[in-house]
């Protein structure tokens, strides 16, 4: 391993440490990942236009990447927040909670997002509504019929989102508060918290964020295999990991970004350190530490070209736990309908009073 250290990040190297049957399978670069020509254009232009306010304000960006020549660490992770997605999407998730003896089960919930920044089809210049997020827990039965609305915006101060939840236990829907930061997500027991989902979402209001430059570095990328319908899910999940064989590794430039815990700010996560995919913007590797400084977790995202968007996306995106010995999968498909890139979804789908009406059809 030594002869790689360089381009390893510190996660991956303390996974190669804890498991001896930990690999990476190292294949020929391919730089696959391209946006519309529209959004390129937009891009072009938000170079010399657009502006971070603080952390969490963007002014002057257009249906583009607003920082294309980052100065900051909070540009990048901005962009991948920005990112051009399509429209909309419908994804069908499968996700698991894999113990140490590497047995699991499945949990399912579908997902409807609406794109409103980096929308193709609405002039939405001007809009603080990055986008709609509203899901539905499909198993296990203890969570099934469970609702998440969710409005993500940019400038709206604290955490940056509405978000409601209705709970068929109580039979209502409620503001919900707490769905952020470190609270954890909807059936992980703990393994992802809310700002893990898509890598990394959400403010950044709780850390400074500094730039540290960029980098070769081996990252999951062109993750088809591991996609592939002919690999069912026990053929991907192993003790301790994934099985490697199936995931692929390429070099590729990243930008790397530190975020430190602010002074007087509440997080269990104390520091982290992104790989953002240069050609992307899309977050491909995480280290976690916690209050004690000690590396906690690992996360990665399996990138993947979908051309006929085209974007660039995680699928799976796991978080190992060095010290539990646990990890946490999600966004798996292989035995699923693939995520809906042409799905239709109209902005009064994602009203409080639509998920309320929603809710006492079922």
Do not use: C
């Amino acid at each position: 391993m030594a002869k790689y250290a360089d381009h390893l990040t510190e996660g991956h190297k303390a996974m190669f440490a804890k498991y001896p049957s930990y690999r990476m399978i190292v294949y020929p670069s391919m730089r696959t990942a391209f946006f519309p020509q529209k959004v390129e254009e937009a891009t072009i232009k938000n170079a010399t236009s657009a502006e971070l306010i603080g952390t969490d304000e963007i002014k002057g960006a257009v249906l583009g990447f607003p920082f294309p020549i980052p100065k900051s660490g909070g540009e990048v992770i901005w962009n991948h927040k920005m990112r051009y997605r399509g429209t909309a999407v419908r994804r069908y998730n499968n996700q698991a909670i894999v113990k140490l003896d590497g047995s699991f089960k499945i949990s399912k919930l579908v997902e409807d997002v609406k794109f409103k920044y980096a929308n193709l089809e609405e002039d939405n210049a001007g809009t603080k509504i990055l986008l709609y997020y509203l899901s539905e827990v499909l198993s296990p039965p203890r969570v099934a019929g469970q609702l998440l609305l969710v409005h993500e915006t940019s400038g709206a101060g604290g955490s940056g989102r509405d978000a409601w939840l209705y709970n068929p236990g109580l039979g209502r829907v409620n503001r919900a508060p707490d769905v952020g930061y470190d609270n954890p997500y909807i059936g992980t027991d703990g393994e992802q918290f809310n700002d893990q989902v898509d890598v990394f979402n959400g403010a950044l209001d709780r850390y400074d964020w500094k730039l540290v430059g960029r980098k070769d570095m081996y990252i999951p990328y062109n993750s088809f295999l591991i996609n592939a319908p002919l690999i069912k899910y026990a053929d991907i999940i192993r003790p301790g990991h994934i099985n490697q064989n199936l995931a692929r590794y390429e070099m590729h430039r990243v930008w790397v970004v530190e975020a430190t815990l602010r002074q007087g700010m509440r997080h269990q996560i104390k520091k982290r350190r992104f790989y953002v995919d240069e050609d992307s913007w899309a977050i491909a590797t995480v280290d976690d530490y916690d209050n004690r400084d000690q590396l906690w977790k690992v996360q990665e995202g399996h990138l993947i070209s979908v051309p006929f968007v085209p974007t660039v996306t995680a699928i799976p995106e796991i978080i190992y736990d060095l010290q539990s010995g646990r990890y946490f999968v999600t966004a798996l498909m292989n035995e699923d309908r693939t995520s809906d890139f042409d799905v239709k979804l109209d902005d009064k789908q994602f009203a409080p009073n639509a998920l309320s009406q929603r809710a006492q059809r079922r």
